[in-house]
């Protein structure tokens, strides 16, 4: 039996479908029958060409969920439940770490390990099914395997995403404490999702800075106490409005979701007097900022924090904030629309636009 996955030859050259062989599964190996994979900010990187290191052609696609389709002997998931085959599964799309070098054991930010290897990113399609944009998936011996839990459908769990993983990880970095009051920048996937999980985590007040229209009503949705447009307001008419919402004191926490080197400035000026600023937007390199030092952070005595890709805790919290939030926070409209393999450039120009907050993929249309 043959596979349909779409490949991405190489940077601004048009994804085509291409057919694979089913692969020989090795013990511990199995194979996944895709239900949705999505396209992301990354992939949209990677077409561009703006990620070092990608060994093209590549199948895109590193966040994916399905069913299981086969597995070579006993397969066990990341909880020690066996499983079976046409069990739901979401797996952590990071399959290697080294566990040796400096960022695996000292530092302890294995998010930083140099041989880290990510499904959809790093490994080459000649090596094979590696990554979601594909109809089935090849899961190694020792990836990461949860069982979706029953409540969670397949549309929450791929609308959330990669942006809902990055986003347990900024709620992480960012300490947030009850009553806190929020910023977030961006009203992307993970912004969207960074305002639900901020609420959550116990945000007396919540903004999301962003557009356009439909995503801040979306944003409110999510959680979002007040939206700032920012098709309608000028940087300084933001930066007033948060110190409105906040009795001139700012936000004790700035989240930045947008990737934009004008967001880092305005987001250091609403952050209050030692607060905390996370970056967890700049995953390319979208030129300089330019700050004040004295002004925006010595003098504040504010913490700034990166926030670099996520780990399986962060994978494993997902899962359970779907569970527990799925019936009242939309994560499923986040992914607004479905594309099959065969619309794929179409979807890459229209994520690249920012036009809706995330295309789906549904490797069995064409
Ligand atoms: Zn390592
Ligand atoms: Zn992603």
């Avoid at 395997?145 to 549309?155: H, L, N, Q, S």
């Avoid at 594309?339 to 920012?354: K, S, W, Y």
Wanted: one cysteine or more; glycine letters at 12%; a negative charge.
């Amino acid at each position: 039996m043959s596979v349909l996955a779409a490949v991405m030859p190489a940077p601004l050259v048009p994804v085509e479908i291409r057919e694979f062989p089913e692969p020989d599964l090795p013990p511990g190996g199995a194979l996944l029958k895709t239900a949705f994979s999505e396209v992301c900010g990354t992939d949209v990187h990677l077409w561009h060409g703006r990620l070092a290191g990608v060994p093209y052609p590549i199948i895109p696609g590193h966040v994916t969920t399905g069913t299981l389709d086969k597995a070579r002997g006993p397969l066990r998931d990341v909880l020690g439940a066996p499983l079976q085959e046409g069990d739901r599964l979401a797996f952590f799309d990071v399959h290697r770490t080294c566990g040796r070098c400096l960022a695996c054991t000292a530092h302890r930010t294995p998010t930083r390990c140099l041989s880290r290897r990510v499904y959809g990113i790093t490994d080459s399609a000649n090596e094979g099914l590696f990554g979601g944009w594909a109809q089935k998936v090849y899961l190694e011996p020792g990836v990461i395997i949860a069982k979706m839990p029953d409540a969670v459908t397949f549309e929450a769990y791929i609308g959330g995403g990669c942006g809902l993983l990055t986003s347990v990880h900024i709620i992480e970095r960012a300490q947030i404490r009850l009553g806190d009051t929020v910023v977030v920048q961006g009203a992307g996937a993970v912004g969207l999702c960074t305002a639900a999980l901020a609420r959550k985590s116990g945000a007396g007040r919540v903004i999301v800075v962003g557009a356009p229209a439909d995503r801040l009503a979306l944003a409110r949705d999510m959680g979002a106490d007040d939206v700032i447009d920012i098709d309608a307001t000028e940087s300084e008419g933001r930066w007033r409005r948060v110190l409105e919402l906040t009795n001139d004191i700012g936000a004790d926490v700035v989240v930045e979701a947008a990737g934009s080197p004008r967001a880092f400035e305005e987001g250091l000026r609403m952050a209050r007097n030692g607060g905390a600023y996370v970056i967890a937007g700049h995953y390319t390199n979208t030129g300089d900022s330019t700050i004040n030092a004295h002004e925006h952070i010595n003098r504040k005595h504010l913490d700034i924090r990166g926030c670099w890709g996520s780990e399986v805790g962060h994978f494993l919290r997902a899962l359970r904030a779907l569970e527990r939030y799925g019936a009242e926070i939309p994560f499923a409209r986040i992914g607004a629309r479905t594309f099959g393999l065969g619309r794929l450039n179409e979807a890459l120009e229209i994520a690249g636009a920012l036009e809706i907050p995330k295309a789906l993929v549904d490797p069995w249309v064409v």
